[in-house]
């Protein structure tokens, strides 16, 4: 059976434009995140009740809400905060699902069943119920936020690596390694994991447009990032009352949220079909 590890070093994108684009459009989303204090064209908080509710134009490319802040430079802003919580929040759950799969999947008996059962608790509920419940006992913010959507999202990569690692370990090289008298935490992080990260790391890319989405439905609730700190939901939720005065309020922060989902939906799509999971699972 082939390793999956040693297949992400022949990855190669399918080249096409939808690809080439999102990428694209990623890194810059990136770049902007980053560099975003720096870049802005105005103070993200900076109000002028003169300009309130400025359609966009040259001053303002974006427009301006209710406050006469500029969108434009709230947009930047707002992509730091939602894709540094949703970032954080995915690494979490990866970082914790590794470990719990790869135990529940190499020990297997009771800790198994016990762990599996308290981590299907969180499987039985929509991603974004568990979210709010927790939030409720957190408390809004962005860290009640991070370990909102870290708990939510942590069954899947449990279960994935979980079902991974019962795979590997029945390889030959994993005997060979018990028979030279190899530690379980050896085995297991030497030689497992290692080789399950492949469509762990793919489902975290398309996990974290999910945790994208949650994080600005939580934010659109008020529940996330709290004022004057800029997030799309936030933005989104604020410009529900100006819809019929300024819709850009809103529109822009939401086209923001769709054009990043698509683009990691299309990355991810196009690594998948670059590791051909299905293919190598017949060729084992």
Not at 187 to 210: C, E, K, Q, Y
Not at 215 to 231: D, H, I, R, V
Request: glycine share 8%; aromatic share 8%.
């Amino acid at each position: 059976m082939t390793v999956i590890v040693s297949d992400t070093r022949r990855l190669r994108l399918p080249v096409s434009v939808p690809v080439a684009i999102a990428v694209l459009f990623l890194i810059l989303l990136v770049l902007s995140a980053i560099f975003a204090t720096l870049i802005v064209p105005y103070a993200y908080d900076a109000q002028n009740i003169i300009n309130m509710n400025q359609a966009p134009g040259l001053t303002h490319l974006f427009g301006t809400d209710e406050f006469g802040r500029d969108v434009l430079s709230r947009i930047v802003v707002g992509a730091q905060t939602s894709l540094s919580v949703s970032v954080t929040a995915v690494g979490f759950s990866v970082l914790f699902g590794l470990i719990l799969g790869a135990i529940c999947g190499y020990f297997g008996g009771v800790i198994d069943r016990v762990l599996m059962t308290v981590v299907d608790l969180t499987w039985s509920f929509p991603e974004i119920l568990i979210a709010l419940m927790l939030v409720a006992v957190i408390g809004a913010g962005l860290h009640g936020v991070v370990i909102a959507v870290a708990i939510a999202y942590l069954a899947q990569f449990t279960r994935l690596t979980r079902t991974q690692i019962m795979q590997i370990k029945k390889e030959a090289y994993v005997d060979a390694a018990i028979n030279l008298g190899a530690s379980n935490f050896h085995i297991l992080f030497r030689h497992l994991v290692p080789n399950s990260l492949a469509p762990v790391l793919v489902a975290a890319m398309l996990a974290t447009g999910d945790a994208i989405i949650l994080e600005a439905t939580l934010g659109f609730f008020g529940l996330g990032a709290q004022p004057p700190t800029p997030s799309w939901g936030a933005m989104m939720s604020s410009g529900t009352a100006q819809l019929f005065v300024s819709p850009w309020v809103i529109i822009i922060p939401g086209c923001a949220v769709a054009l990043t989902v698509i683009a990691l939906n299309v990355v991810g799509d196009a690594i998948i079909q670059s590791l051909d999971f299905r293919n190598k699972a017949r060729e084992g």
